[in-house]
């Protein structure tokens, strides 16, 4: 079968709002859905930031990267099954023309001029609509896969992109940076947690590749929801993941890590000492 799947990252999934910037953590997430697809011909539409982390996945045979020139392009090609994750007019419209027997996710309503779910992303667009009602929503994984008409099965992400380095034994990565979308999710202790550890290894990585190889060199990060948390998890390294403005339980961990919640979603309630104590835990597991 020939797939489509859209994904340039400009609308988180299962958030309302869109940017001019992609959510590269969004896109890497996202991946889980190839597994169902992969003995497929898969064609991904990202935005350029994004491509380094979906080239080299073996089951994807052709990544484009979204500009008019690629809008124009898939117009006049067919397509057993579509899979729309984006929420943007521009995409849904795409989305809705493009000719295939099946689709899943977003398309565009023509009346109203913008973005509506198909039937099986019902409870994803619950979720964007109305956020209380992301209070109880389970893991990513299993929304994701329910918008496909399937059921999650414990599917990990794909990473394209390869570390060149190893693991370095104790050594401790403190991932600090955050993007501009989410500010309250930085937690403020971190150079005190450094200089009371110093010898732990601050955020490196000038590039992907660079922030990929010191993720992978750490044995235990301390992250912030962020790209680097599901880096982590990609790399299948351990973590302490910190959460205040987000909600933790969209966050699967697959046995990797733990997470400390913020109370009254405050990350400046979060201490030093209980991080501390977290990564000891995982050190000594």
Not at 100 to 123: H, I, T, V
Not at 158 to 173: D, F, H, Q, Y
Not at 175 to 182: A, D, R, V
């Amino acid at each position: 079968m020939k797939v489509l799947i859209l994904k340039t990252g400009h609308s988180e999934t299962l958030d309302p709002e869109i940017s001019q910037h992609a959510s590269l953590g969004d896109v890497l997430r996202s991946t889980v859905i190839l597994h169902p697809f992969r003995h497929e011909h898969v064609t991904w539409v990202t935005d350029k930031v994004a491509y380094p982390l979906l080239h080299g996945i073996p089951c994807l045979s052709r990544i484009l990267l979204w500009d008019f020139d690629t809008a124009l392009q898939l117009l006049f090609e067919k397509y057993d099954i579509v899979v729309n994750l984006e929420k943007s007019p521009s995409v849904c419209a795409l989305a809705s023309r493009i000719d295939a027997w099946q689709k899943y996710g977003f398309r565009f309503d023509d009346l109203l001029g913008e973005a509506r779910p198909y039937k099986d992303s019902m409870g994803a667009w619950g979720a964007c609509i109305e956020p209380e009602q992301k209070t109880n929503h389970a893991p990513w994984q299993v929304t994701l896969f329910e918008m496909i008409g399937m059921e999650w099965n414990g599917e990990r992400y794909m990473l394209g992109i390869k570390p060149t380095s190893e693991m370095v034994k104790g050594r401790i990565g403190l991932n600090h940076k955050i993007g501009g979308k989410f500010p309250g999710k930085a937690w403020p202790h971190f150079e005190k947690f450094f200089s009371e550890n110093p010898q732990y290894s601050w955020q490196e990585g000038d590039n992907l590749q660079d922030y990929v190889n010191w993720i992978n060199s750490c044995e235990v990060l301390v992250t912030n929801d962020s790209l680097g948390l599901h880096l982590a998890i990609a790399l299948r390294r351990k973590f302490v993941a910190l959460f205040g403005p987000t909600l933790e339980h969209e966050v699967f961990t697959y046995g990797l890590g733990s997470k400390i919640i913020a109370e009254n979603r405050d990350m400046t309630s979060i201490d030093v000492e209980t991080v501390r104590k977290e990564v000891q835990k995982l050190l000594a597991s």
